[in-house]
């Protein structure tokens, strides 16, 4: 069994599992019993007493506590890969932390204001925040010298850049599989494929049109665009915030979801403050 789902098992389980909670939590604490059959548990920081329901309840204090310790390392490192996509490309220093923050306050939006969407909860919010992260993940796989061209890119290179969204995707999948219930991991892969689809169905990879495009990456492509517009490249300099908003009023119904739109016109306060917060120069 996967720890997780050893971990998830035994922290649903009762007294009866006490074994099965000292099985998992063998490879990382020292178990002993004493003489008069106190069991000792010894960690890091010393060993500590624990008998009958007092004992379950630290072992699952513990279980949590070493399941948060997995989780941030696990964030970390999707941190550090998507900081490692970012570096193959032209995008604007913070480019991925004010991303995962306007995705962010427009999935909180929908969310606190009862929008009629299927997907909407709590755990949408937490998720598309981290996932956030992974949108531009494949391009790890796209030779650098194509992503950080100053000039005019050729239809050929510009189809090669277009790749890394099957790439990222692909890759994500592969975790998926593995681990087929994973919300989390879902959106990564809706994200890091989809998030250049088209509202209009004239985008990539697949054409999609309209809600056939994941929630997910809708919210990315409108958050992307409004990041891209605000940002200095090669080729352009930096719009302010009234020049960036029109133009994504004109993508209403042809790049982007105009129920996003409007969501955005309400939160574009938010998105100004987050652009001045974190800026794109280092
Ligand atoms: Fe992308
Ligand atoms: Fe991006």
């Known amino acids: ?21 000292k099985d998992v939590l063998s490879s990382y604490y020292n178990f002993t019993t004493t003489t008069d059959g106190i069991i000792e548990i010894e960690e890091l920081e010393g060993g500590e007493k624990f008998t009958g329901d007092s004992y379950v309840i630290t072992l699952k204090k513990q279980l949590h506590l070493k399941m948060q310790e997995m989780l941030d390392a696990q964030l970390a490192t999707i941190t550090a890969l998507s900081t490692l996509a970012e570096t193959c490309d032209s995008n604007t220093h913070n480019h991925i932390q004010r991303i995962k923050l306007y995705c962010l306050t427009i999935a909180n939006y929908l969310h606190t204001n009862n929008y009629d969407y299927d997907e909407i909860d709590e755990e949408f919010v937490d998720n598309i925040f981290y996932a956030a992260d992974l949108h531009d993940i494949g391009k790890i796989s796209v030779p650098h010298d194509i ?8 239809d050929e290179e510009f189809d090669t850049i277009k790749k890394h969204t099957v790439y990222g995707a692909e890759t994500l999948q592969s975790v998926l599989n593995m681990h087929p219930k994973n919300k989390f991991v879902e959106m990564g892969v809706n994200i890091a494929r989809h998030h250049h689809e088209r509202y209009d169905g004239t985008g990539y990879p697949d054409k999609l049109k309209g809600t ?7 919210i990315m492509a409108l958050c992307d665009l409004y990041d891209a517009l605000r940002s200095e490249r090669p080729y352009k300099q930096p719009l302010d915030h009234t020049t960036a908003k029109n133009i994504i009023l004109d993508e209403m119904n042809t790049q982007l979801d105009p129920v996003l ?6 939160c574009e306060e938010e998105f100004m403050r987050i652009n001045d917060a974190l800026p794109a120069t280092a």
């Open 1 to 21: 069994m996967a720890i997780y789902d050893r971990i998830e098992h035994v922290i649903s389980g009762s007294n009866s599992e006490l074994k099965e909670i």
């Open 147 to 154: 992503l950080r061209k100053p000039s005019k890119l050729t």
């Open 212 to 218: 056939e495009i994941p929630l997910a990456a809708r």
């Open 261 to 266: 739109v409007e969501v955005f016109l309400s």
